[in-house]
């Protein structure tokens, strides 16, 4: 019994590590939530259409793919959430964060799905960025 319960364990962090951005982590509500606050606290440097500007990087497209390829959700949420936005950095709530990251895997085309982009970090560490689905 306990060797059962010890793999069944295991096989779950296993799952748990293997999660990608292709898996559905947001939600499209969640995205579009995410799209009004970005365009209030991220265009105006980042660009409507998410490519950045002459100071700031893209947040769409291969640059910022090849960029973020193969590092967790976690440590991108944390350099937006301690950063970002740039005249008031941390000002903005945790869940205001995720509401933006999951924008961001919009427009990155990664696919929706039903349960909403958790905003603690240590579940965003579980969850890969992978450019191209595998």
């Known amino acids: 019994m306990k060797i059962a319960i010890a793999a069944a364990v295991a096989i779950g962090l296993i799952y748990a590590q293997t999660r990608s951005v292709w898996d559905g982590v947001y939600t499209e509500e969640q995205a579009g939530r995410g799209q009004g606050l970005y365009n209030q606290h991220c265009a ?16 769409a497209g291969g640059d910022f793919l090849s960029n973020w390829n193969g590092l967790t959700m976690g440590e991108l949420f944390e350099r937006i959430r301690t950063t970002m936005p740039l005249n008031n950095a941390g000002k903005l709530s945790r869940e205001v964060n995720a509401d933006i990251t999951a924008y961001i895997l919009s427009v990155n085309k990664f ?23 595998k």
Not at 111 to 133: M, Y
């Open 44 to 59: 105006s440097c980042h660009a409507d259409t998410l490519m950045g500007g002459e100071m700031s990087p893209p947040l």
């Open 111 to 133: 696919p929706a799905g039903k349960t909403e982009l958790p905003h603690s970090t240590e579940f965003l560490k579980e969850i890969r960025i992978e450019s191209e689905k």
